[in-house]
């Protein structure tokens, strides 16, 4: 079992931007497909990005598109979450998450694996 930790988070203004990692530990990362989740209070969990294990491909969500950039190191077994122009509405609990198999993990049955989350906040 990998187990994943997330940082970066914080409080921010509308317009700024923010830089999360995901370290991962206890399983070979380079083999894993990762993505990125969010929740904001009273919505569902939805995904943000996902990238494959080699980093040729990549997923974003339309909300979030051309405003964050998803990366990997293997070297360092860690995934980045790029944030730049935030909004308001990005303010949510941001997960890290592994993939099964060889799929993006762009929904909750595609997730192996949950970070314990990273809060952002985005003040107006």
């Known amino acids: 079992q990998v187990q994943l930790v997330e940082s970066g988070g914080g409080l921010v203004q509308a317009g700024d931007s923010l830089r999360l990692s995901c370290a991962a530990s206890?399983?070979?990362?380079?083999?894993?497909?990762m993505g990125w989740f969010r929740q904001a209070p009273g919505k569902e969990r939805g995904s943000v990005a996902a990238?494959?294990?080699?980093?040729?491909?990549?997923y974003y969500a339309d909300s979030v598109k051309g405003r964050f950039t998803i990366s990997r190191d293997n070297a360092k077994n860690t995934v980045y979450l790029q944030m730049n122009s935030l909004k308001p509405e990005d303010t949510a609990v941001y997960y890290c998450a592994t993939g099964v198999g060889p799929f993006l993990p762009t929904k909750d049955q595609l997730v192996r694996d949950w970070g314990q989350g990273t809060q952002v906040t985005v003040s107006s």
């Open positions: 990238i494959s294990s080699n980093g040729r491909s990549t």
């Open positions: 206890g399983r070979t990362f380079s083999s894993d497909p």
